[in-house]
């Protein structure tokens, strides 16, 4: 089972639409966890971090199973602007800082 | 004000070359990190320096070293540069290891 997982996608969505991907992850310990969006070419950026009760910014909601081993990430009314490559991102120890990106969940949202 | 900033933004090279990446950050951050995405789009961590200390050497040739001068500064330099070596090169900076990271541009590297 590799360390972090995501659908490749693409997800191709219509505008205004809600959409859901999730992130497993195999080590039980993990502290912190993440979402970064990448846009072609371009750098990834922090999304939202994700918290253990669960947390919303907006139209983006993320959220934490530690039963399952999965984080979630639930974007709302969608725009043309939210596509992207949504990468999860977990860090298995709270200082090591020994980061795993997973490799990407293609969204694109079509008018 | 560029936050994390890399220089140069492309640079192309013929194998066997030797060349360095440069990265800075304004933040005020106690780690710096490099990374590397393939192709495949795949971004992997090489190094990352807390404190100008290295923490994390991933399994990279050792052809790969970062050099550290300051906390504001963490370069990347490669020997005998190979085909393989092709990809773009992202430094990232956070305030303590394994907080959240703000990024660089990158640099596109092609070795031909």
């Known amino acids: 089972r590799k360390e972090v997982e995501q659908d490749p996608g693409p997800f191709n969505v219509p505008e205004g639409a809600t959409v859901a991907f999730n992130c497993t992850y195999s080590?039980?310990?993990?502290?912190?966890f993440f979402w970064y969006r990448q846009d072609c070419r371009k750098e990834p950026k922090l999304l939202m971090s994700?918290?253990?009760s669960g947390n919303e910014d907006g139209r983006f909601t993320a959220q934490l199973n530690r039963a399952s081993q999965y984080i979630s990430l639930l974007i709302r009314d969608s725009k043309l602007s939210d596509s992207a490559t949504y990468l999860c991102?977990?860090?298995?120890?709270?200082?090591?800082?020994?980061?795993?990106f997973g490799s990407g969940t293609r969204l694109s949202i079509r008018p | 004000d560029t936050a994390v900033s890399q220089t140069p933004k492309y640079l192309v090279t013929q194998m066997g070359n030797d060349k360095s990446i440069k990265c800075e950050q304004n933040?005020?951050?106690?780690?710096m990190y490099w990374y590397k995405q393939d192709s495949k789009k795949f971004l992997k961590i090489m190094f990352s320096?807390?404190?100008?200390?290295?923490?994390i050497n991933e399994t990279v040739p050792n052809r790969f070293s970062p050099k550290s001068p300051d906390k504001a500064h963490l370069n990347l330099h490669i020997n005998s540069l190979e085909l393989g070596d092709s990809a773009v090169y992202f430094c990232?900076?956070?305030?303590?290891?394994?907080?959240?990271?703000?990024f660089g541009p990158g640099t596109r590297l092609t070795v031909l």
């Open positions: 994700v918290y253990s």
């Open positions: 320096y807390n404190n100008k200390e290295l923490i």
């Open positions: 991102v977990v860090n298995p120890h709270s200082s090591a800082s020994k980061i795993i």
């Open positions: 080590n039980s310990a993990s502290q912190s």
């Open positions: 990232a900076s956070s305030p303590t290891s394994g907080a959240e990271q703000f």
């Open positions: 933040l005020g951050h106690d780690t």
